[in-house]
């Protein structure tokens, strides 16, 4: 059973594979700039912030093939989902560096006493998660400015011991206003784009059905409770940081 704050890897791929607006009919007619329409489909393709979200990748800018791999999870996803937007109290340089390592953000968690499963950092600025399924995903960041961050994901996922991997790809955009002031409210909120074929799609609507929609929005809820419950801890408890990051230099010297 995953906890209520999880790795960052399992919602990523959890809303990928297990979760809501799942278009997954095959044949498909009409893309359209953010999205698509299918045939005969329940699921929809787009939130109310899908298109301002993915108008923040940069993705003439990146290089192929990836390129052609974010073009394709945001114009033709399998699912698109959101979470509303979290205001809280945190002192902005901390938060970015929990956003640029979330590997350490894990430990974290861990160190507090929350089940979170371990994510790896893989080298040139890549992490990974991977399970004893046979499950594997890395992602990495792609853009970063001042408004956002833009991760991409990709791998492949088992629900089950007896069922076949699943290739997966996601794109998280994570969305932040950052105040001027050391100790001020940062605002944030996230988008994600996935792909899958249609057997993903097939399985979790047989495993979750009209639940669906809403399992995908607890894991992006999850996703922006994982950088900001953890940042305005810190905030509050600065003597705690110390404990939660030994050897961290942007820690050394937090206490009241």
Known sequence: MASPLTCLGYLVVGACVFCPNLV???????????????EATPFRTRTATSQVAARLVPVEALPA????????????????????AQEF?????????????????AAAWRRLGVEC???QER????????????????????????RA????????VKAGPLLPAVPVRSVVVLRHDLPSAADG?????????????????????????SSADRLAEQAAEQMLTFFSALAQYLNENPEEA????????IFRGASR
């Open 123 to 146: 080298g040139q600025g890549r992490f990974g998660w991977r399970d004893d399924l046979g499950s594997d995903v890395q992602w990495w960041i792609i853009a970063r400015s001042a």
């Open 117 to 119: 499963s371990p994510i």
């Open 149 to 156: 961050r833009v991760w991409y994901a990709e791998g492949h």
């Open 65 to 84: 093939p990836l390129n052609d791999k974010v073009r394709r999870t945001l114009t033709q996803p399998t699912l698109v989902t959101r979470a509303s």
């Open 24 to 38: 997954w009919a095959e044949g498909v007619t009409g893309p359209t700039r953010f999205g698509r329409t299918s």
């Open 242 to 249: 110390q404990r939660l990051f030994p050897k961290t230099p």
């Open 89 to 105: 109290r945190a002192t902005p340089a901390v938060y970015e560096w929990l956003v640029e390592h979330p590997d350490r953000a």
């Open 185 to 209: 409210f940062i605002r944030h909120e996230i988008d994600i784009f996935c792909y899958a074929d249609s057997r993903a799609a097939q399985l979790a609507y047989r495993l979750f059905g």
